[in-house]
């Protein structure tokens, strides 16, 4: 078992299930990218960027107790005609994802790709990606829901 696998296996069997079906579309969508895991305080995210610095994250999947989020790391600038991003802060947005087939559809697929699109430097889909774990909090909030 990855660490990784130690990280996602602290959700609800739920949470863990549509984030490794989550995870293993973006891993297909994003050939190449580096894979980076921040376990920190509020939640477990997995980012996806072209290197290993943070600055170059394009999107994330961060999971919480009760579901799981894509986070666009430049989300404020991008076009959103269907307003499905939300978030008010000056960069990231995130959708909440309810299953996996919501990737698939054509208004948040056209932001994904809008998001690797702009990615600078781009993703180099002939490299083997990598999972890196650039940080674990022993302290952290609660991973299963409460009663």
């Known amino acids: 078992m990855t660490q990784l696998d130690e990280f996602l296996a602290k959700f609800s069997p739920e ?3 549509l984030a490794r ?3 293993a579309k973006m891993r297909k969508r994003l050939r190449g990218a580096t894979q980076l895991v921040y376990d920190n305080y509020n939640a477990l995210a997995i980012a996806f960027s072209p290197t290993e610095r943070r600055s170059d994250i ?3 999947i961060a999971l919480y107790p009760r579901w799981v989020s894509l986070f666009f790391m430049r989300g404020a600038t991008l076009s959103d005609p269907q307003k499905l991003l939300k978030g ?3 960069t990231v947005r995130h959708i ?3 299953k996996v ?3 698939d559809k054509p208004a948040i697929a056209a932001l994904i790709d809008a998001a690797v699109e702009r990615a600078d430097p781009p993703i ?4 083997r990606g990598q999972v890196i774990v650039k940080m674990a909090l022993k302290k952290q909030r ?5 009663a």
Do not use: F, T
């Open 88 to 90: 008010s802060g000056n």
């Open 142 to 146: 609660a991973r299963l829901p409460r």
């Open 96 to 98: 909440v994802i309810e």
């Open 124 to 127: 180099d889909a002939a490299r």
């Open 21 to 23: 079906a989550v995870l």
């Open 101 to 103: 087939s919501d990737l």
């Open 58 to 60: 394009i999107l994330s």
């Open 15 to 17: 949470v863990e299930k």
